[in-house]
């Protein structure tokens, strides 16, 4: 059987391969031609960077399961622009790697790390983020917060953007205002991100056994008023937000709390403030002639910088203890009124230097140099304390007698080289030994042999119970504690 082709087909199939072939040598000449227009694109020299529109990416929304063993979280982004008018490469990484919980998409990729990211003159990308944490796990198991960062490597130079996601189930604040709010979960943590502020006529309450944790650099500032109630069984913490054993005494991991002007009626009992910078800072003198701050039955401990600190301040502490600070236990600095009765302020350098004594009496400001520039009115009353620390003077006096409208330092367990202070009728103790039943486990407590014993003397009002609740004898013990022997 003879097989015949038709003269049509023959044509068409001709021109329709003559087509495929035309658009496939145009489509390689147009692949050509853009790689040719890359090979010859420019980009920006040493020094220049990127515009990054973001410093820190904060994850603060609660983490869901959709179904067991899929948590996700909300999506963020953020835009990385190139000014320039050439175009710009950028190798961009999660710190982490490969075990951290963030993800980032670029231009629908996902990853972790991505090299060489090209971005075309006056463009942008958008940096797309998530990450997956399970919260239904062990909340001991888990950091109270999670972070890492984006690095930038560009032209030679480095940029980064912070990254922070709530880590287990806990009442987050991350730049927060509370007026007339109260804080009573002692079962779920409070965690403060960057601040938590108490305006002017507004008050906070935080009842006993709570729990604050500060991230870095966090501080909670009060102008209102803070009212802490504490108790012996169920103190209420503030200290760092993180909770492994290897930073369980570590100062500087957050700021403090910082009371500003015209805060009043501050009262603060029973509470464990640890491993920040300042314990309690306040600067602001009473407008009504009551304390401004008060402080009852409170440790303060490992700040690096001071425990109790007042500039123009008007303070009272009773039962407490300031120590381990890195430079003062307490600092009255620039005058104001100062009643501390029962306090323990001692500071060994064991795992810090230190040049300066612990406990500090001001009322001069001076310049660089240390010429006055001006004078303020202090009072200070200091009775049956302990003054106690590893250099061989740890209280001074920069005072002009002229602006002291009050001072009396009576029955105190002082290490001082400063003289006439042992005299009658002050009666202080100086530089013997309070031994201290264990000082480098924070244990402030008193031996049998203390020289702190006895040498107190009954105080008008009078305070029955010490730091820990016990009945003081007659005559009590000098410091927050009543020995037990």
């Known amino acids: 059987m003879e097989c015949v082709i038709h003269p049509g087909k023959v044509y068409f199939w001709t021109v329709f391969v003559r087509r495929i072939i035309f658009a496939c040598l145009g489509l390689l000449s147009l692949a050509y031609g853009l790689n040719g227009c890359k090979d010859d694109m420019t980009f920006t020299t040493s020094g220049d960077m990127l515009n990054i529109k973001a410093d820190t990416i904060v994850f603060d929304t609660v983490f869901t399961s959709p179904r067991p063993g899929v948590p996700f979280s909300v999506n963020k982004q953020f835009v990385v622009l190139n000014p320039y008018k050439e175009a710009i490469r950028s190798n961009i990484r999660i710190a982490g790697g490969d075990q951290s919980v963030f993800r980032m998409n670029i231009d629908g990729a996902s990853g972790r790390e991505f090299d060489n990211v090209e971005i075309l003159p006056e463009d942008s990308v958008f940096i797309f983020l998530e990450l997956t944490i399970d919260p239904n796990n062990d ?197 104001g009124e100062y009643a501390l009765r029962h306090c323990t302020f001692v500071t060994y350098n064991y795992d810090f230097a230190r040049r300066d004594p612990t406990f500090i009496l001001n009322n001069i400001e001076r310049d660089q140099i240390g010429n006055v520039l001006q004078t303020y009115d202090m009072a200070a009353l200091v009775q049956n304390c302990i003054i106690e620390g590893s250099l061989d003077n740890e209280l001074a006096l920069d005072l002009d007698a002229s602006k002291v409208l009050g001072l009396s330092m009576e029955n105190n367990l002082i290490r001082t080289e400063l003289e006439d202070l042992d005299v009658a009728p002050l009666n202080n103790v100086i530089n013997e030994d309070p031994r201290l039943t264990g000082y480098q486990s924070q244990n402030y407590e008193l031996d049998s042999l203390s020289a702190a014993k006895d040498i107190g003397k009954l105080l008008n009002p009078p305070i029955g119970n010490d730091f820990s609740g016990s009945s003081r004898d007659n005559p009590p013990d000098a410091g927050a504690f009543e020995s037990k022997y």
């Open 139 to 335: 909340p001991q198991s888990l950091p109270l917060i999670v972070r890492d960062s984006i690095l930038f490597e560009t032209n030679g130079g480095r940029q980064q953007v912070q990254l922070v996601a709530w880590g287990q189930d806990a009442h987050y604040f991350f730049k927060d205002t509370l007026c007339d709010a109260i804080l009573d979960d002692a079962q779920k943590p409070y965690v403060v991100f960057d601040y938590l502020y108490v305006p002017e006529n507004c008050k906070l309450t935080i009842e006993k056994g709570v729990k604050i944790h500060f991230a870095p650099g966090s501080w909670l500032f009060t102008e209102g008023t803070l009212e802490v109630n504490g108790t012996a069984e169920d103190p209420v913490y503030f200290e760092g937000d993180r909770l492994q054993p290897d930073f369980e005494e570590v100062v500087g991991q957050w700021g403090g709390l910082y009371f500003l002007y015209p805060t009043k009626q501050n009262r603060i009992t029973h509470a464990r403030i640890k491993n920040g910078t300042v314990g309690i800072y306040c600067d602001s003198i009473s407008s009504d002639g009551d304390p401004t701050v008060e402080v009852y039955n409170t440790e303060i401990r490992n700040m690096a910088f001071d425990g109790l600190s007042g500039r123009m301040a008007n303070m009272r502490a009773e039962n407490s203890v300031f120590a381990n600070c890195a430079r003062y236990s307490f600092l009255g600095l620039y005058g």
